[in-house]
């Protein structure tokens, strides 16, 4: 039976006001691709929804980026110096940078650009707490000065997930970062369909045929962003046995995250290839919220960690072994800082530990409010789980369902759970977001100035400032260990498994695919 999703492209490509118009995409030109979610947020910087950094990509571009090997390389610089008492960073931009409407990229746009995302992403937070100043020398070339040394520098602008460092025009980036932005120019390979936009329907990207790649080979977000086709067009299917017969019958042309109980249909199609295109894979989070009661007692965050576990989660959602593994790990099971210390509570539950705390706690069997993704098929099993756990380990719960752009707004309320908050969330970060503790959001404990959950903890701080400033590598493992232990004794949050997921596409039509922990669309070729 064929499917019914429907096709069919704009037949021009109405672009942002005052933009350079493109011909009209062909439609054996056009990318056909089922993402994750729908597009909601087109602000990348507001949060850190991966829709919203997949955007991003297309219409943004970076001053460095991180290849294959997680080794640095400059994208919109063209070079750099780093003075001898490495406290002033002098950079210089690629000529020919221009913004989708054809007026040039300067220094005065990156200088806020990287101020809004300095001051909303946690990696961007600690390299911000170390500059004393920016400025602009000329169009082309600025200089960062620092209080002190750190190591993090380039790393920090080429942060290859949520929040990415995107640059954006000065006018968009003076917008507050507690502020979603109203303007959609960016300089990246791709420009925003904003007048076709169809949230919950599609969303319309056409080549930028202004953007001058670079000439290194492309490795992840590295090198030279290519596009070899006229557009690329997400739509939005809840199906996804819609989804894996359009790509079987050859209506699209890739799906991102094919559910893992029907990748066997795709595996014996000869014209449809699986890719693992992130072989680190990604990481499932609960995270609490701090701010409010019960888990602003620690005895009863502690019940809540002593409660889950990962297998429950990781059969729930994943189900095949091959695609999932048990890892104590925070910081991911292959890379290197890596360690088991302190995080084993996580393998498996212990339902009268948690009855126990809470009992010590004086819990008084307030509702936990547990908010349930229902749209993205590799989260929607996690907040049932949880709240099965919770509930055998004492806790009476309020599991609330909704789709995942709705979570991701709500997640950012601090009013209480019963006022439009919640109290526990899960959510999955793909491992090049959470490769160290200044890279992963959810080891900030900044109070105010950390991510959803606010958690405050000025030995965690310490730690991270120690991790920041120290460059052996040996001892940043020591006090990665640290942290690790220290997140598990105040509750940051918990791991609740590594996971993997192929990309399916047909191969029979589609060259060129990168691996990244994003999915990159340029590079592809339709033959």
């Given at each position: 039976?064929?499917?019914?999703l429907?096709i069919?492209?704009?037949?021009g490509a109405?672009l942002?006001a005052?933009?350079v118009?493109?011909?009209?995409?062909?439609?054996?030109q056009?990318?056909?691709?089922?993402m994750?979610?729908d597009?909601?947020?087109?602000?990348?910087?507001?949060?850190t929804?991966?829709?919203?950094?997949?955007?991003?990509?297309m219409?943004?571009d970076?001053?460095?980026?991180?290849?294959a090997n997680t080794?640095?390389h400059p994208q919109m610089v063209?070079s750099?110096?780093?003075?001898?008492?490495?406290?002033?960073?002098?950079?210089t931009?690629?000529?020919?940078?221009a913004?989708?409407?054809g007026s040039?990229?300067?220094s005065?746009?990156?200088?806020?650009?990287?101020?809004?995302?300095?001051?909303k992403?946690s990696?961007?937070?600690?390299?911000?707490?170390?500059?004393a100043d920016?400025?602009?020398?000329?169009?082309?070339?600025?200089k960062?000065?620092l209080k002190?040394?750190?190591?993090?520098?380039?790393?920090?602008?080429?942060?290859?997930?949520s929040n990415?460092?995107?640059?954006?025009?000065?006018?968009v980036?003076?917008?507050?970062?507690s502020?979603?932005?109203?303007?959609?120019?960016?300089?990246?390979?791709?420009?925003?369909?904003?007048?076709?936009w169809?949230?919950?329907?599609?969303?319309?990207?056409t080549?930028n045929?202004?953007?001058?790649p670079r000439?290194?080979?492309?490795?992840w977000?590295?090198g030279?962003?290519v596009?070899?086709v006229?557009?690329?067009?997400?739509?939005?299917?809840?199906?996804?046995?819609?989804?894996?017969?359009?790509?079987i019958?050859?209506?699209?042309?890739?799906i991102?995250?094919?559910p893992?109980d029907?990748?066997?249909?795709?595996?014996g199609?000869?014209?449809?290839?699986?890719?693992?295109?992130n072989?680190?894979g990604?990481?499932?989070m609960?995270r609490?919220?701090?701010?409010h009661?019960p888990?602003d007692?620690?005895?009863i965050?502690r019940?809540a960690l002593?409660?889950?576990?990962?297998?429950?989660?990781?059969?729930?959602?994943?189900?095949?072994?091959?695609y999932?593994?048990?890892?104590?790990?925070?910081f991911?099971?292959?890379?290197?800082?890596a360690?088991?210390?302190?995080a084993?509570?996580?393998?498996?539950?212990?339902?009268?530990?948690?009855?126990?705390?809470l009992e010590?706690?004086?819990?008084?069997?307030?509702?936990?409010?547990?908010?349930?993704?229902t749209?993205?098929?590799?989260l929607?099993?996690?907040?049932?789980?949880a709240?099965?756990?919770l509930?055998?380990g004492?806790f009476?719960?309020?599991?609330?369902?909704?789709?995942?752009?709705?979570l991701v707004?709500?997640?950012a309320?601090?009013?209480h759970p019963s006022?439009?908050?919640?109290?526990v969330?899960?959510t999955?970060?793909?491992?090049a977001?959470?490769?160290?503790?200044?890279m992963?959001?959810?080891?900030?404990?900044?109070?105010?100035?950390?991510?959803f959950g606010?958690?405050?903890?000025e030995?965690?701080e310490?730690?991270r400032d120690?991790?920041a400033?120290?460059?052996?590598?040996a001892k940043?493992?020591?006090?990665?260990?640290q942290?690790?232990i220290?997140a598990?004794?105040?509750?940051?949050h918990?791991h609740?498994?590594?996971?993997?997921?192929?990309?399916?596409?047909?191969?029979?039509?589609?060259?060129?695919?990168?691996d990244?922990?994003?999915?990159?669309?340029?590079?592809?070729?339709?033959?």
């Amino acid at each position: 039976m064929r499917s019914n999703l429907p096709i069919g492209l704009a037949a021009g490509a109405a672009l942002v006001a005052g933009a350079v118009m493109s011909a009209p995409a062909s439609a054996d030109q056009t990318l056909r691709v089922v993402m994750h979610s729908d597009l909601k947020i087109v602000d990348p910087i507001w949060t850190t929804a991966y829709m919203s950094r997949n955007y991003g990509y297309m219409v943004y571009d970076t001053l460095f980026a991180m290849d294959a090997n997680t080794d640095v390389h400059p994208q919109m610089v063209e070079s750099y110096e780093v003075s001898a008492d490495k406290l002033t960073y002098t950079f210089t931009l690629r000529p020919g940078l221009a913004w989708h409407d054809g007026s040039p990229v300067t220094s005065a746009d990156v200088i806020p650009s990287i101020q809004r995302w300095g001051s909303k992403d946690s990696m961007g937070q600690k390299l911000m707490e170390f500059v004393a100043d920016m400025q602009a020398v000329d169009d082309r070339t600025f200089k960062m000065v620092l209080k002190e040394p750190y190591g993090l520098v380039t790393m920090s602008l080429a942060k290859p997930s949520s929040n990415v460092p995107f640059i954006m025009p000065a006018s968009v980036a003076a917008t507050p970062s507690s502020e979603q932005i109203s303007e959609y120019i960016g300089s990246g390979p791709f420009v925003f369909d904003v007048e076709n936009w169809k949230p919950g329907d599609t969303v319309l990207f056409t080549r930028n045929d202004n953007y001058q790649p670079r000439s290194e080979s492309p490795s992840w977000a590295s090198g030279g962003k290519v596009v070899k086709v006229e557009a690329v067009e997400w739509l939005s299917v809840k199906d996804h046995q819609t989804a894996v017969n359009s790509l079987i019958e050859g209506e699209i042309d890739y799906i991102e995250s094919p559910p893992n109980d029907l990748l066997p249909l795709l595996e014996g199609d000869e014209n449809v290839a699986l890719k693992v295109i992130n072989p680190l894979g990604a990481q499932f989070m609960f995270r609490l919220n701090h701010l409010h009661p019960p888990f602003d007692n620690v005895k009863i965050r502690r019940a809540a960690l002593a409660s889950i576990n990962q297998k429950d989660f990781m059969q729930a959602t994943i189900g095949d072994p091959a695609y999932y593994k048990e890892c104590a790990a925070m910081f991911i099971c292959g890379s290197a800082l890596a360690t088991d210390a302190g995080a084993d509570i996580v393998l498996k539950s212990d339902f009268e530990l948690s009855k126990q705390l809470l009992e010590e706690a004086g819990y008084d069997g307030t509702p936990i409010v547990i908010m349930q993704s229902t749209d993205v098929n590799v989260l929607n099993n996690l907040g049932p789980v949880a709240k099965a756990n919770l509930e055998k380990g004492g806790f009476v719960t309020d599991l609330q369902a909704m789709d995942w752009q709705t979570l991701v707004a709500r997640r950012a309320k601090r009013e209480h759970p019963s006022e439009g908050g919640w109290n526990v969330f899960m959510t999955s970060w793909t491992a090049a977001d959470i490769l160290n503790p200044i890279m992963a959001a959810g080891f900030n404990a900044g109070c105010d100035s950390a991510w959803f959950g606010w958690p405050c903890d000025e030995k965690m701080e310490g730690l991270r400032d120690a991790f920041a400033r120290e460059t052996d590598a040996a001892k940043q493992k020591e006090i990665a260990e640290q942290i690790q232990i220290r997140a598990m004794e105040v509750v940051t949050h918990a791991h609740g498994g590594q996971w993997y997921r192929p990309v399916a596409y047909r191969s029979d039509r589609l060259d060129g695919v990168l691996d990244g922990p994003v999915s990159y669309f340029w590079n592809i070729s339709k033959k």
